[in-house]
């Protein structure tokens, strides 16, 4: 017995056992079960992530209106008057009495929107002295839900 174990142990150059036929993987059946299971999984986190997405672009397009709104107010006290682009927040406008310009400007880059498109300026505005706005998803005019413009004083 303990010969037969010594040679078990010692002898590398034995060949090691075929594998019977029912070991030898998955069957097409177990593969396509775990597919399954994955793709189901996916679409459940993909239904609860994609919908707090748009709640994120809005919420991040109101915070960058309301910066430009406390932008657009220095510039006022600055200059007695509200500017008529949004560039004059980073840079006098030409023509502008530069010495009224705060050094570094009122915002250092204006921000697009979420939707990488540049946000609107109005000035006057609908219900104010100026209106600062995003055409929102869809990029156009108008819309409603998810799609709907994002204007300053909005809640």
Request: proline share 8%.
């Amino acid at each position: 017995m303990l010969r037969l174990l010594l040679a078990l142990f010692t002898s590398f150059d034995r060949p090691l056992p075929e594998p019977r036929d029912e070991e030898q993987g998955f069957t097409l059946v177990e593969l396509m079960v775990v597919i399954v299971i994955i793709g189901l999984l996916a679409t459940v986190v993909l239904i609860n992530v994609l919908p707090s997405q748009d709640r994120a672009m809005t919420t991040k397009a109101r915070a960058d209106i309301a910066t430009l709104e406390q932008a657009m107010e220095m510039y006022r006290l600055d200059n007695f008057t509200y500017p008529s682009d949004l560039n004059a927040l980073v840079a006098p406008a030409p023509g502008a009495d530069a010495s009224r310009f705060r050094s570094g400007g009122y915002v250092k880059r204006l921000p697009d929107d979420p939707w990488r498109r540049p946000y609107q300026l109005a000035v006057p505005g609908k219900a104010g002295p100026f209106d600062i706005y995003s055409l929102g998803s869809d990029g156009s005019p108008g819309g409603s839900d998810d799609k709907a413009d994002i204007f300053s004083g909005q809640n």
